[in-house]
Structures are given as structure tokens and as C-alpha cells.
């Protein structure tokens, strides 16, 4: 078996909006420290995603001194990390209902004036409930504002093998995984079970569907046809495209680039 190697760690703090890339993270039970915890949403407290605004992609992430720093065309606004919760209200990302705050005013209308709607920030306390689908956990685990799962794992032979089959390749921030490991064969995440990376222990839950994200280019916020037509050619099942794996985690250490992945020798 080849070695496995995580070679990068992605969190996307602001959810839709770009992520950023990390030489090591802090694993939690909801996700990556940082990850997923903000998101914007509409007058009606729905989340806002580049699936229908694009433009989302084009504000960029970075850490500075402590905080968040988001960055639009040469605008830029700093989120603190450490905000106290105050204000709490419900907020929709799909079909759950999220207890969240408003950062401030001020960075909602920075937001709203950019993104060309009225807009809220808000924030997701690491202490509310949002659990993942029961139908595929056990543990009652909880998750961010991903989509569903806390983590996912995609690896760089998988996208490789991709590249392959199209005219133009892409780059896999096109499918916005936490994890990029090199070894191995493409695809084999597909059903791997129980893994580590590191010192911390993580399960395969389920494949990833992939829904119209990708498409999005995220340099430039333009919406296209690939990855997923070509995907479409031979990774579709039951009308449902796969690309990565998700998982959770049981225990939560730090993780760092270049941190082994070992396999139970029961995994393919």
C-alpha cells in the first residue's frame, strides 16, 4: 500500500464564500476550528449560497491577528473570532433550523453593499445544536454550517484521475474538501471506514454528492457546465454524482500537513 499523506487543509469560515488554506488546524467536534462557523443569510434568516449568488465566491478569506479578514475587490473588513453571543435568532440552512447572532450592523451592511442585496453576518456558537443526519451516525454527532457533515476528504489521485478525462483541468477547490491527502489510488476513499490522521480518529460516514457548487469557478465566480458533465460520465448513481468522502471525528486533536493517514487494516 502507498503511503498516505495529508498535503492540505482547507477551512471556509464564511460559509460559500472562499476558504483558506492551513499548514495545521485544531480538530472539533463540529468541524475544523473555524470552519463553517459564520454565514450569510437573507431577510428571512435563509443562508445565502454561490449555488444561486455566485459573486459569493469572489470575497476571500485570511487570517490576521486573530481575526477573519474578508477581502472584496480591494475592500477588506476584520470578524472577530471571539465575539460573545448576544441577540440570538433562527436561521435556516436547509432543512434545519439554526440558532444564531448577528456580528453587527456594520458588517452586515459591508456585506449587503458588496454582494448587491440586504444581507445579514451571523454566527453559529460552537455550544448550539445541529446534528448530523441520525440515519448515518450513531453518537448523536453534531456538525457546523457544512452542508451536512462536519469533514471531507478528497484524494489528489481522485482529482488527478478527473483531470485526466477533461479538455481543461480544474482545480479541487472547486469542491471545497477540509482534507487533500496524496497516495494511493483515485477513488479509494470511497469506502474507507475508520482512519486517522495523525493522532486523531476519523469515520467514513457516507460518499459526497456533489450538487452545482463545483461549477462555480472560484477565482472568478463564473458558473459553468464541468466538473460535473464529466462527472456525470462515470461517477453517477441513482441520479447522484460522488466526490469525496465525509467523516467525523472521535477524538479532537491538531492536525498538521504532512501527518500520516493510516487505514484499519479491514479498509480498502
Known amino acids: 500500500m502507498a503511503d498516505l499523506t495529508l498535503s492540505q487543509i482547507w477551512v471556509y469560515p464564511i460559509k460559500s464564500l472562499g476558504g483558506m488554506s492551513l499548514q495545521s488546524a485544531k480538530v472539533m467536534s463540529k468541524g475544523l476550528q473555524f470552519d463553517r462557523r459564520w454565514m450569510l443569510v437573507d431577510s428571512n434568516g435563509q443562508f445565502l449560497t454561490q449555488r444561486v449568488h455566485s459573486k459569493m465566491a469572489l470575497f476571500k478569506l485570511s487570517l490576521f491577528e486573530g481575526n477573519l479578514k474578508v477581502d472584496f475587490k480591494g475592500h477588506s473588513i476584520l470578524i472577530a473570532t471571539n465575539h460573545k453571543v448576544s441577540g440570538l ?62 469533514f471531507l476528504i478528497i484524494g489528489q489521485s481522485s482529482m488527478d484521475d478527473l483531470n485526466k478525462r477533461m479538455e481543461h483541468p480544474l482545480s479541487i477547490k472547486r469542491f471545497r474538501p477540509n482534507f487533500v491527502f496524496t497516495g494511493g489510488e483515485p477513488y479509494e476513499e470511497d469506502s474507507w471506514k475508520n482512519i486517522s490522521i495523525g493522532s486523531t480518529q476519523f469515520i467514513g460516514v457516507k460518499r459526497c454528492a456533489r450538487c452545482v457548487l463545483p461549477t462555480v469557478d472560484p477565482e472568478t465566480g463564473e458558473k459553468g457546465v464541468e466538473p460535473l458533465r464529466t462527472l456525470s460520465g462515470y461517477r453517477k448513481v441513482d441520479s447522484k454524482v460522488y466526490f469525496g468522502q465525509n467523516l467525523i471525528a472521535t477524538n479532537h486533536n491538531e492536525i498538521h500537513v504532512g501527518d500520516r493517514i493510516a487505514l484499519k487494516t479491514s479498509d480498502t
Not at 432543512?95 to 452586515?108: I, Q
Not at 446534528?131 to 448523536?140: A, L, Q
Request: proline share 5%; with cysteine; hydrophobic share 35%.
Open 89 to 150: 435568532f433562527d436561521a435556516q440552512v436547509w432543512d434545519d433550523v439554526v440558532s444564531v447572532f448577528e456580528v453587527s450592523k456594520v458588517h452586515s451592511k459591508w456585506f449587503s453593499e458588496h454582494l448587491g442585496m440586504e444581507c445579514r453576518d451571523v454566527q453559529f456558537p460552537e455550544e448550539n445544536a445541529r446534528r448530523v443526519d441520525p440515519k448515518y451516525v450513531s453518537n448523536e454527532e453534531h456538525v457546523s454550517l457544512a452542508d451536512a457533515y462536519p
